[in-house]
């Protein structure tokens, strides 16, 4: 299968401050990718699908300026969460969609967000 | 709207046994149903998918899926569960018929396989 590389896997911020997670497709070109939120022993919840070249589509109740969602090449995708507070603590999920599989969706490994 | 039911929270099952995490779904046009797989602090790892063709599809670690249009069902099956399948299963499916790319997941089934 297709290969989706996160980083950072584990990251630790400030209250307040903002922090970057970068999605990346190793072996393919992504037109689409999407980012997910999961909370522990949840599901996963769509929060945007990133099109590359253009603004990202924001779920109900997603903060778009709290979310920045940038698809500025084929193969990278980045979600920064901007003023970050302890509440947005989480275990966020890239995934990019191969076409060429059947639009069948991968995903990357997850980022755990700590915020203190 | 499109949906995903898995009516079990966690699914047990002894070593060798065949093993079954049970799948639903609504979506108002043709549905693409997936399978992934969760090991805990990881991401999710695809199994196996259904768009057309057999109603029986067989995917990764020996994992096979019976799409049953009838009972709107995409059940995940295994002929031998092993202890290393013990996992977070998630079912998914997408309505492309209707445009709606996103990938709907359900709210995951925890597999237990003792020895």
């Known amino acids: 299968g297709a290969v989706v590389s996160q980083h950072p896997s584990r990251v630790i911020c400030k209250s307040g401050t903002s922090v970057k997670i970068e999605c990346r497709s190793l072996d393919f070109q992504a037109t689409t990718m999407f980012w997910y939120r999961q909370f522990p022993k949840q599901s996963l919840m769509l929060m945007a699908t990133s099109n590359e070249g253009s603004k990202a589509t924001y779920e109900q109740g997603v903060e778009k300026d709290k979310f920045l969602i940038n698809h500025a090449s084929l193969t990278l995708s980045t979600l920064t969460v901007t003023s970050a507070h302890p509440e947005d603590s989480s275990f966020y999920i890239c995934?990019?969609?191969?076409?060429?599989?059947?639009?069948?969706?991968?995903f990357g490994e997850g980022s755990w967000l700590t915020v203190v | 709207a499109q949906s995903v039911a898995q009516p079990e929270d966690q699914v047990n099952v002894a070593e060798g046994n065949p093993l079954t995490v049970k799948c639903t779904y609504s979506v108002s046009g043709n549905p693409y149903l997936f399978w992934y797989v969760q090991y805990p602090n990881r991401g999710l790892q695809f199994l196996l998918k259904y768009i057309t063709g057999d109603n029986l599809v067989k995917g990764s670690y020996g994992f096979e899926a019976e799409f049953n249009k009838s009972q709107t069902s995409f059940h995940l099956k295994k002929p031998s569960a092993l202890v290393s399948d013990s996992a977070l299963y998630f079912c998914a499916v997408r309505d492309l018929n209707t445009g709606f790319q996103k990938l709907v997941f359900g709210t995951g089934t925890r597999l237990l396989v003792s020895p």
């Open positions: 995934s990019a969609q191969l076409w060429e599989d059947g639009n069948t969706i991968y």
